[in-house]
């Protein structure tokens, strides 16, 4: 039985995932070392261990074990921790009205989701999966580039390559979506 | 969230979705994306000699909300001239669909792929 109090809980409701998970507040993270803080998280606040006290303090720590869960997505997302980083800093990226991109981005992304389409509609698993191989290659590389302007604090020079990167988040989804039908 | 019956219309029976020739000298291409969903759109106009549009055609990668928005547009398009097609928001698109505030940036995203069309149809003709 750990002995918390309300305030401790309360506080941690509120701190930002880099703190909750007690991380450097930095870009790069070891994945390994985040799945494994967010076990011991989810033990230490595992809300059978919290069966004896106040119908409060037990409604808190089921908000706060869906707080460990949604910070570890978070973090686990290089675009979610990317943006979590920006708003740290002070950066809030509103990209709604940001439609203009490179016509080859664009060109590219136009390709990629045809292609799935393709490999949808013939069910051909093999070349779903060759679509996955190349954008988690491109992905691959464009996550060193912000990584490298992240080290060099170049904040600002981060948002043009965000922007792509929530293309390919999105084909990921689209890709996996794209299993599940064949 | 509900998409209004309209959405769901276009959605399910999308008016001109395909393709004109990109090299045709009055042909317009327009290509625009959605950084904060990874919406992409291309949207293509075709001229006649008196310079109104006489055919357009969408293909978008998107939600229901961003295919319905082209869609529409598509619609409007045909028989304006491009001064006029230059004119279409986004709120008309908006109001049309009934698009909650979540979904604007759809209608955004419509706007901006005819003024991207317009921009490459001039280009062209500026060049020839």
């Known amino acids: 039985m750990i002995e918390l109090d309300l305030p401790k809980i309360k506080s941690l409701l509120s701190t930002n995932y880099f703190v909750l998970f007690k991380l450097d507040a930095i870009f790069d993270i070891d994945q390994n070392i985040l799945y494994n803080k967010y076990l011991n998280l989810q033990k230490q606040f595992h809300p059978d261990n919290f069966i004896n006290t106040t119908k409060e303090l037990k409604l808190l720590v089921i908000s706060l074990s869906a707080h ?12 979610s921790r990317a943006l979590l980083l920006l708003e740290l800093n002070g950066i809030k990226l509103n990209l709604s ?40 290659e491109k992905e691959f590389l464009l996550i060193n580039k912000i990584n490298k302007l992240f080290n060099q604090g170049d904040l600002l020079e981060i948002k043009e390559l965000i922007k792509k990167l929530t293309f390919y988040d999105r084909l990921n989804d689209t890709i996996l979506l794209a299993f599940e039908h064949i | 969230m509900a998409y209004s019956q309209k959405v769901i219309d276009h959605y399910e029976e999308p008016r001109n979705v395909g393709a004109l020739d990109k090299n045709d000298p009055n042909v317009g291409t327009g290509m625009v994306g959605a950084p904060a969903c990874g919406d992409v ?12 549009i006489e055919d357009a055609k969408f293909k978008t990668y998107g939600c229901g909300s961003a295919i319905a928005s082209s869609s529409l547009v598509t619609e409007w398009l045909k028989g304006k001239s491009l001064d006029e097609a ?9 109001e049309e669909l009934e698009l909650p505030p979540v979904k604007i940036h759809c209608s955004v995203l419509a706007e901006d792929a005819i003024k991207a069309a317009i921009a490459d149809l001039k280009h062209k003709k500026h060049q020839a």
């Open chain 1, 68 to 79: 460990i869960n949604s910070g570890y997505t978070t973090l686990k997302n290089p675009l």
């Open chain 1, 97 to 136: 009205r940001d439609t203009a991109l490179p016509s080859s981005f664009l060109l590219e992304q136009m390709e990629l989701h045809e292609a799935i389409d393709d490999a949808k509609s013939t069910k051909n698993v093999f070349l779903l999966e060759n679509i996955q191989l190349q954008l988690k």
């Open chain 2, 41 to 52: 759109m291309k949207l293509q106009i075709k001229v006649n000699e008196g310079g109104i």
């Open chain 2, 86 to 94: 230059q004119q279409i928001k986004n709120s008309q698109i908006a």
